[in-house]
């Protein structure tokens, strides 16, 4: 059951890559979402269904465009076969639980928001407040679901301490953390609170830490000067995401340390 939830979920994640990277290029752009249909940058052909299959039509097309021969960044089969990746992880996390679609939208939101974010320093509100509404609504149905609304009124709680703590620490140093980060943070408290109070402090802080180590190994190798901006997005995601995924074992591991 759980290596079908997460094979089916895999699939679906290929295809929902291939449209989270049009958001990638459309949203910070300013672009429309639908049209015009997907087209060659450089000479603006519209690209063929056949030729849209992800993953698999860059490799046949060797990364070129069918019609000019231009070369296709590997970074749009990478985003999709990430994304497919993440969510078979996340279909055999909540394989039995039905918050599955509520946290699939979130993974979908976290991968085009750090893409984002790491190009343009900036976490679109044309994507985080359509998250927020979708992850919440559909993170109570699955609470129904499971029939554990106390869950949910945990993600709320936890979504509220999140967004209080990043809210002083924006106050402290706007500079180190912009609002965007802010309002990130309320949707990865609600998801890791979700989960437990355990998850939380453990996915918030595992953010920070991944954000201070790799911000430290970047000036050390001087591919980024002290005062260059780092974006903080896609580390809070992925700290938020390790927790999501494996927080259940790594907080009953260190509960275990103490005895
Ligand atoms: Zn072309």
């Not at 299959?53 to 860059?58: A, G, K, L, N, Y």
């Not at 070129?64 to 055999?92: D, H, K, Q, W």
């Not at 949707?187 to 180590?213: C, D, H, P, R, T």
């Amino acid at each position: 059951m759980t290596a079908l939830v997460a094979a089916i979920s895999g699939i679906y994640g290929l295809v929902i890559g291939s449209f989270l990277n049009v958001v990638i290029w459309r949203v910070p752009r300013h672009e429309s979402l639908v049209k015009p249909p997907s087209h060659c940058p450089a000479c603006d052909t519209k690209i063929l269904n056949r030729d849209n299959i992800p993953v698999v039509s860059w490799l046949l097309l060797r990364g070129r465009c069918r019609n000019c021969g231009v070369a296709i960044s590997p970074r749009y089969p990478f985003v999709e076969l990430f994304t497919g990746v993440m969510f078979a992880a996340v279909g055999a996390r909540f394989a039995h639980s039905w918050a599955l679609p509520a946290y699939l939208v979130l993974t979908a939101a976290l991968i085009a928001l750090s893409a984002i974010d790491l190009e343009h320093y900036l976490l679109p509100n044309r994507i985080m407040y359509p998250t927020d509404v979708a992850f919440i609504v559909l993170l109570a149905a699955g609470s129904a679901g499971d029939q554990d609304m106390g869950a949910f009124g945990r993600a709320i709680i936890a979504g509220a301490i999140a967004f209080s703590i990043f809210f002083v620490i924006h106050i402290v140093s706007p500079r180190g953390m912009g609002f965007g980060d802010v309002r990130l943070s309320f949707l990865l408290g609600v998801s890791l609170g979700w989960i437990g109070w355990g998850e939380l402090a453990g996915g918030l802080f595992a953010g920070f830490l991944y954000g201070a180590v790799v911000g430290v190994v970047l000036i050390a190798v001087k591919v980024r000067g002290r005062k260059q901006q780092i974006p903080f997005g896609p580390f809070l995601a992925a700290g938020a995401m390790t927790f999501i995924l494996f927080g259940v074992q790594i907080v009953d591991w260190y509960r275990h340390l103490g005895r």
